[in-house]
T-cell receptor, first 112, second 114 residues
Framework: QKEVEQNSGPLSVPEGAIASLNCTYS??????FFWYRQYSGKSPELIMS????GDKEDGRFTAQLNKASQYVSLLIRDSQPSDSATYLC????????????FGSGTRLSIRP | ETGVTQTPRHLVMGMTNKKSLKCEQH?????MYWYKQSAKKPLELMFV???????ENNSVPSRFSPECPNSSHLFLHLHTLQPEDSALYLC?????????????FGSGTRLTVV
C-alpha cells in the first residue's frame, strides 16, 4: 500500500463547477496535511494546509480532513481554466516526523 | 530576493560533464531538501539537511553529491550522469526539520543528460 494515494486522473470539470480531489494516507499518526498545485513545467506551490478534522476554507478552496477514515480532500468552487494543473496531496508522517510524503498527483482539467 | 531561488533554470549536460545545481533560501529556514521529479512519477526525496548537517540520504547514487555550506545554501554536484537522470530537480526548505507547516519549493532546474 502506498503511503499517500491519489487518483492520477485526468479529472475533467466544466468551468464554474466544483472540482473534488481526493487523497488517502496510510500512517494513522500523520499530523499535517497539504495540497500543492503544480502547473506543467513549474514547481509545486502550497495552496492549502490542514491539521485537524473538519473543513478549512480559503477563498474558492476548501480542504477537508477525516483522520478516522485517513482521508483528505480538496474542493475547488467556481472552477476556472487557470485551475487546470496537477494537484499533489502531501502528508507529514507521524512515524517519521521529518518526512513529508507526496502522492503522485491528480491532473485536473477545467473545460470552458 | 525572497523565497527559494534555484539556478540554473535549465541545464543540458553530457554524460562525462561535471556541473552543480545551486539553491538559496531567504526565509530563515533551518532545513533544506533536494527532490527529483521524473515524468509521471511522484516526487522522490534525495537528501535532507538540517542546520547544515545531512540527516537523510535516500539511497541516491554517488554520482549525485550534495553540499550544504550554511543554512541558506544547498548545492547538488553532478558527475558522470546517465540519461535516466534527466528530470526536474527541486530544492525545498522548511522552518524546521519537522516540517509542520510544509515545504517551500524553488522553481527547479530542468536537467537533460545527453
Amino acid at each position: 500500500q502506498k503511503e499517500v494515494e491519489q487518483n492520477s486522473g485526468p479529472l475533467s470539470v466544466p468551468e464554474g463547477a466544483i472540482a473534488s480531489l481526493n487523497c488517502t494516507y496510510s500512517d494513522r499518526g500523520s499530523q499535517s496535511f497539504f495540497w500543492y498545485r503544480q502547473y506543467s513545467g513549474k514547481s509545486p506551490e502550497l495552496i492549502m494546509s490542514i491539521y485537524s478534522n473538519g473543513d478549512k476554507e480559503d477563498g474558492r478552496f476548501t480542504a477537508q480532513l477525516n483522520k478516522a477514515s485517513q482521508y483528505v480532500s480538496l474542493l475547488i468552487r467556481d472552477s476556472q481554466p487557470s485551475d487546470s494543473a496537477t494537484y499533489l496531496c502531501a502528508v507529514l508522517l507521524g512515524s517519521s516526523a521529518s518526512k513529508i510524503i507526496f502522492g503522485s498527483g491528480t491532473r485536473l482539467s477545467i473545460r470552458p | 530576493e525572497t523565497g527559494v531561488t534555484q539556478t540554473p533554470r535549465h541545464l543540458v549536460m553530457g554524460m562525462t560533464n561535471k556541473k552543480s545545481l545551486k539553491c538559496e533560501q531567504h526565509l530563515g529556514h533551518n532545513a533544506m531538501y533536494w527532490y527529483k521529479q521524473s515524468a509521471k512519477k511522484p516526487l522522490e526525496l534525495m537528501f535532507v539537511y538540517s542546520l547544515e548537517e545531512r540527516v537523510e540520504n535516500n539511497s541516491v547514487p554517488s554520482r549525485f553529491s550534495p553540499e550544504c555550506p550554511n543554512s541558506s545554501h544547498l548545492f547538488l554536484h553532478l558527475h558522470t550522469l546517465q540519461p535516466e537522470d534527466s528530470a526536474l530537480y527541486l530544492c525545498a526548505s522548511s522552518q524546521d526539520l519537522i516540517a509542520y507547516y510544509g515545504y517551500t519549493f524553488g522553481s527547479g532546474t530542468r536537467l537533460t543528460v545527453v
